[in-house]
Every structure is written in structure tokens, then in C-alpha cells.
């Protein structure tokens, strides 16, 4: 081995072989030499490229993690080569010993992935008939992408759990480049570029995952799978659509703690949860949760079907789809392919003798009376609308052709909601207020020094905020306000006039409060209620 190195010593610094000792001019070393020499900028090449290529190597390190493969290449190589033989056992044979150390060091690498892939606490994917994604994409012809893209589909899915995030979105930037982002707290954050041919291969994965068609990029496209991690299982709903520069994909995913929620843990305070629980422990009558599309609707539904005796209770929800499960509750879900609507399901779930029913969301005149008229006829009914507030709920229901009577014999409680995002508790600071601003509050009523305002830190992503509370405008159908939608042909106007008006203001009140309780910011009141 030392006439080895010399020879290579010689080799390298291009000095001609006659001049050496005769016992390391030999042929054969001199050969083996040169091939050595070769073979290393051959290994320092492709390291280079793999590493630049790789969608595993962050973007902002690829530059480095290039040049260190150039420096990294040799040294490996050597160690490998001038390394002790006798430890090993091996023949001594410079080129054997190289060869037995490569295919043990293979072995242990794909030994360990193995054992990484099915750990425990690694995540793993499965779609709707239990097959697991490593299985789906192991019968494939190139095996070394297909471990790619798997490795690279659980890291973005693992790193969405790890982030809270509601929605995974991957975007084309450009033909050259995906964008992978994340709904966190309602906000998009960008996560990460990847080259097109390997977010191509992810896309391609989610969708195999979800039983879509992976030959069609055009067609819009709905699906489904599930993630485990040891005993923990989360679901996810994705889309899919034709794009600008390529395919996009939306992953949603589902609240599988919506399940355990309640008002206490929704933020509500406690003069609301009374009207709330007023409500809900009537034996009929509807509760209507109105908002738009993020607002945490469903969640507040499956707080409210916390509060009731699910034993004593026949409960049945009709969900699209159903995000938390509840124990002791019947749960159907919604697929127009096989003709079960919510209209339909309904329908089917008057004779099965109910004492509740959930209705995920009310979207046409039949869903919205068939519900109201089960709210007269002795089920309670909770039910939710995508509407801006209160009035805005109660005229698009008269606009789906309800009559006034069957709204106002039926409602019981509607009950408007926003989501503020919390100040992080780890960074959050007194707010510096300008001095006009900080008056007008004072004149309001308002305590500024209890006020306070993002910064920003590692525990909330450097956004100044982590998790979100809940703000509510609640509107008890009363009995004057009954005989008002039963007999006043104008009364859709006055609600546009005077309930939308009073709706933002009891919001915005409802948000001043958060503040003052050091809970959320002035910018998110404004950001949210205006």
C-alpha cells in the first residue's frame, strides 16, 4: 500500500515513471494508478451533478453542497482505498478490498432505509383500499426514481403535519420550476421550489396514492388518502387541475381533532357558550353557523355535537367530507357518483328515527327545507351556509325560495364567525402605537398598554403569530324577530341595511376584546374584520 500512494504521488504531480524506485514503477500499479486518478474526477463530477440535480438538497445550500462533493469525492475514495485491510479480512488487493467495501456499504445503506421506511415513527401513506405508496410505486421499472419521489412526497407531507398546515398547494412557477406552499393559520407560506421533472414524479405520486388517473393532467380530478404515524391516522383530500406550465395539485387537509374540539377550546367566552348550549339542548329547532369558506364552520358544528349525549342521543351527520370522527354518531358522507346528495341523505335519514342531524352545508332550496322542516317536526338541526353574517344567512335562505313562515318557525340561532390569529406567545411585545391612534382608542374605551403586537421568532415561523381563536356575532331568533321574517314581505332589505351594519360591529367589538386580552394584534383585527 505505501508503494501504492507513491505511485499515485508521482502520477499526479506528473512526474515521469523512470524517475521513481523500480519497485513502484511496475506496469500494473502505474495503470491501476491512472485509472484511480480517472476515477476519482469521474466520482467528483457526478457527485457534483447528483447534488445539483438532487430535489432533496435545499436551494439555498445546493451551491455549496456542489463544491463540497469535489473536495468530499477523493477523500471518500481514499478512505476507502488506503484504508486498513487487515481489520476487514479481506485479500489485500487494493481493487477486491474497493469492491467488497462498496457492496457493504450498499448493503448498509439500503438495509437502513428499509428499516427507516417501515419505523414506527416514519410516516407512511396509504390510499383508500389500505395498499401503502412504497408498494404502489415498488413494481416500477426505474426503482431509484420512484424511491426518489416517494422520499421526496413523505418529507413535503411529514413537513405540512409538522407546520399545522390546513392546505398543501404545489403551483407551476414556471415550465423549469414548481412552487410548494402551505395554508398555516390561513396564510400561505411558501415552503420550497422544486425542479419540474421531480415535482412532476410528486404529483404523480399523490395522485397514484389517491386512486386518480395519473395519465390525465387536464381533466380536474378529486381523491383521497390517509398518512399514519405509528397509532396516529391523518386524511387528506386532494384536487387536481390542468395549469399554466403543467398540472396543479391542492391537498386539503382534515381536522381529525375537530372530534375532541370545544367551545372552550374554540375561544368562545362564556356569555356566548351559554346562548350556545341554550340552543343546542333543545330537543328541536335549527342552529345555523354561517361564514365564509375558512372560517372554521365545522369545526364550531362538531364543538357543538361535543356538547350533546351522544348515548342517549341518535346523532347522524351528512358530511363532505367527514373530517373527525365521532364516537357514537352515525356518519355519512356525501358522493354525488352513487346519488347520495345531501338532499338525499337527508330524506333517508327521516326514517331512521333521529334525535340530531348534522347537515355539513346547506347549498340548495331542498337541503335547506328538507332541514327546516325536520327543525318543526322535532329534530334539533345543525346546519352551516357560506354567508358574510347573520342577515346576509337569513336572505340567501329566503333567496333559495324558503318560504318566511317554515324560516322563522324554524331557526333557532344563527351564528356568524371569523378566525383571529393568535399572537405567539414566545415573541409578542407591547404595541407602539402612533399618538393619534393610540387617543382615538382611548377615547373608545380602549386599555392600549394592554395591547400588543407581533414580532416574530423560530416557534411561529418568524409570522409573530401560532394557532388561531375564534370571534362570534350570535343572533337568537326571538319571538318578535319571528313574526318579523313571518309577516314583513321587506324584511330581506332591513336585514341588508341594519343586520350587516350591526353583524360587522358586534365582530369588530368581539375582536377589540381578543386585543385588549393580549390575545390577537390590531393589524389582524383589521386584516380580518376591517
Known amino acids: 500500500m505505501p508503494h501504492l500512494f507513491q505511485t499515485m504521488t508521482v502520477v499526479v504531480a506528473g512526474l515521469p515513471l523512470a524517475e521513481t524506485e523500480p519497485s513502484a514503477v511496475g506496469l500494473p500499479f502505474s495503470i491501476f494508478a491512472l485509472a484511480v486518478i480517472v476515477g476519482w474526477v469521474l466520482a467528483c463530477l457526478y457527485l ?47 481493487l477486491v478490498d474497493l469492491i467488497y467495501r462498496l457492496r457493504d456499504a450498499t448493503a448498509r445503506i439500503w438495509h437502513s432505509q428499509d428499516v427507516q421506511e417501515t419505523s414506527e415513527d416514519s410516516l407512511r401513506l396509504f390510499d383508500a383500499t389500505g395498499n401503502e405508496l412504497r408498494e404502489i410505486q415498488g413494481h416500477g421499472q426505474h426503482r431509484g426514481e420512484d424511491r426518489s419521489s416517494f422520499e421526496l412526497t413523505v418529507q413535503l407531507i411529514d413537513q405540512a403535519l409538522i407546520h399545522r398546515a390546513s392546505d398543501i398547494l404545489i403551483d407551476p412557477k414556471d415550465t423549469a420550476t414548481y412552487l410548494v406552499r402551505l395554508r398555516i393559520d ?3 407560506r411558501n415552503l420550497r421550489e422544486v425542479p419540474s421533472d421531480a415535482c412532476r414524479a410528486v ?32 386524511s387528506f383530500r386532494v384536487a387536481s387541475a390542468g395549469a399554466l406550465n403543467g398540472e396543479k395539485l391542492s391537498v386539503r387537509v382534515l381536522n381529525h381533532n375537530a372530534g375532541r374540539f370545544t367551545l372552550v377550546d374554540a375561544g368562545i367566552p362564556e356569555r356566548q357558550r351559554a ?10 329547532g335549527m342552529v345555523l353557523v354561517c361564514g365564509p369558506t375558512g372560517s372554521g364552520k365545522t369545526t364550531t358544528l362538531y364543538s357543538m355535537l361535543n356538547q350533546i349525549d351522544r348515548l342517549s342521543h341518535n346523532v347522524i351527520t351528512v358530511e363532505d367530507p367527514i373530517e373527525a370522527f365521532l364516537p357514537e354518531a352515525s356518519q355519512l358522507e356525501i358522493n354525488p357518483k352513487a346519488g347520495i346528495t345531501f338532499a338525499a341523505a337527508l330524506r333517508s335519514i327521516l326514517r331512521q328515527d333521529p334525535d340530531v342531524i348534522c347537515v355539513g352545508e346547506i347549498r340548495d332550496e331542498e337541503t335547506a327545507e328538507i332541514a327546516l322542516r325536520a327543525a318543526q317536526t322535532g329534530h334539533l338541526v345543525l346546519a352551516t351556509i357560506h354567508c358574510d353574517s347573520n342577515a346576509t344567512a337569513l336572505i340567501r335562505l329566503l333567496d333559495l325560495g324558503i ?71 350570535l343572533l337568537p331568533v326571538t319571538n318578535d324577530l319571528r313574526a318579523a321574517i313571518a309577516q314583513d314581505a321587506t324584511i330581506a332589505n332591513k336585514l341588508k341595511a341594519d343586520g350587516e351594519r350591526q353583524g360587522r360591529s358586534n365582530l369588530r367589538t368581539e375582536a377589540f376584546r381578543r386585543a385588549v386580552a393580549g390575545v390577537t394584534s390590531l393589524e389582524e383585527i383589521k386584516r380580518v374584520v376591517g
Open 403 to 473: 318560504s318566511p313562515m317554515l324560516l322563522s318557525s324554524g331557526l333557532s340561532l344563527v351564528l356568524s364567525q371569523r378566525l383571529l390569529r393568535r399572537l405567539c406567545e414566545h415573541c409578542k411585545r407591547p404595541a407602539e402605537l402612533p399618538q393619534n391612534v393610540a387617543q382615538n382608542l382611548r377615547q373608545k374605551g380602549v386599555d392600549v398598554q394592554k395591547l400588543f403586537e407581533s414580532v416574530g421568532c423560530e416557534h411561529c415561523g418568524g409570522t409573530g403569530y401560532f394557532g388561531r381563536t375564534a370571534i362570534c356575532d
Open 275 to 284: 346562548l350556545i348550549t341554550e340552543a343546542v339542548n333543545k330537543p328541536s
Open 186 to 188: 390561513g396564510m400561505l
Open 203 to 234: 404529483i404523480n405520486s399523490i395522485k397514484a396514492v389517491s386512486n386518480m388517473d395519473i395519465s390525465e393532467r387536464r381533466r380536474p380530478q378529486d381523491g383521497a388518502f390517509t398518512a399514519r404515524r405509528g397509532t396516529t391516522t391523518v
Open 48 to 94: 457534483a451533478q447528483r447534488a445539483g440535480d438532487s430535489p432533496l438538497v435545499p436551494n439555498a445550500y445546493r451551491s455549496a453542497i456542489q463544491v463540497a462533493s469535489l473536495w468530499l469525492g477523493p477523500a471518500i475514495f481514499l478512505a476507502l482505498v488506503l484504508s486498513d485491510t487487515k481489520r476487514t479480512g479481506k485479500t489485500g488487493n487494493p
